[in-house]
């Protein structure tokens, strides 16, 4: 992990597919709902996708500004992804330099390099949420929280993921066994894989970039149908 990344965050995730029964589950289960949220994500890119198809994710979300999500160690295969989270904005514009090899631009913001860099937006979508938290019991002595977020985005898709954000890479082993458990109480099958919004918006509205993208080994997900929020397969 280079020094930019090396105070961020890990994101540990698993994305599927939430059933009528998944809210009252989580309740059972002893988790709380925060909030619900309704925001605006504009994702960028340069016109021949350099930053997706080497699994970078500039993504400038209403009320929270810019995160760029950066590929993690891939150590443990699974229906699972781990990034890491860029959100300070000279970092964020020092990563995007050295993914798109080119000299960096200054410690400025993040939309001063847009042009320069070569970026556009490639995809705009509002997505309602619903955000619990909870906190699985065990032996270990400091239990990861874990997220789930309920997504229902503009464009019929809905989805859930599961998330941990661990500091160390030590940390990840424990976070994902905590997904895991999570995710099997929640009915999810062993290796169901859910397609992340991004890819389903893509899929339908951007076919070629979406083809382009399938191209590219790093892409773990093939959604060929997709759950609308009446539950149908699309």
Same mark, same amino acid.
Request: glycine share 14%; charged share 25%.
């Given at each position: &992990?280079?020094?930019? &990344?090396? %105070?961020? !965050?890990?994101?540990?995730?698993?994305?599927?597919?939430? +059933?009528? +029964? $998944?809210?009252?589950?989580?309740? @059972? !289960?002893?988790? $709380? !709902? @925060? %909030?619900?949220? $309704?925001? *605006?994500?504009r994702y960028y890119d340069t016109p021949e996708l350099s930053l997706m198809r080497a699994d970078y994710w500039l993504r400038q979300? @209403?009320?929270?500004? *810019?995160e760029l999500k950066c590929p993690g160690t891939a150590g443990v295969s699974g229906p699972h992804q781990e990034y890491v989270e860029l959100t300070v904005e000279p970092a964020v514009v020092a990563q995007l330099c050295e993914v798109l090899g080119t000299e960096v631009l200054g410690a400025g913001g993040v939309a001063a390099v847009l042009g320069p860099l070569g970026l556009q937006e490639v995809a705009s979508f509002v997505t309602k949420r619903s955000a619990w938290k909870l906190v699985l019991s065990g032996t270990d002595e400091e239990e990861p929280l874990l997220k789930v977020d309920l997504d229902t985005a503009d464009f019929g898709y809905t989805v859930g993921e599961v998330e941990a954000l661990v500091h160390e890479e030590a940390e990840v082993p424990v976070a994902l066994e905590k997904i895991h458990s999570l995710s099997s109480m929640l009915g999810v099958p062993v290796q169901e894989t859910a397609p992340a919004k991004l890819m389903v918006y893509l899929q339908r509205f951007k076919p070629q970039d979406y083809q382009r993208l399938l191209q590219v080994h790093r892409l773990r997900e093939k959604p060929q149908g997709t759950k609308d929020p009446e539950g149908n397969l699309g």
């Open positions: &992990m280079n020094g930019i &990344m090396a %105070h961020a !965050l890990i994101e540990v995730e698993r994305r599927f597919i939430p +059933g009528p +029964g $998944t809210e009252k589950r989580l309740q @059972e !289960l002893g988790g $709380t !709902l @925060e %909030h619900q949220v $309704t925001f *605006w994500d979300r @209403e009320g929270s500004g *810019w």
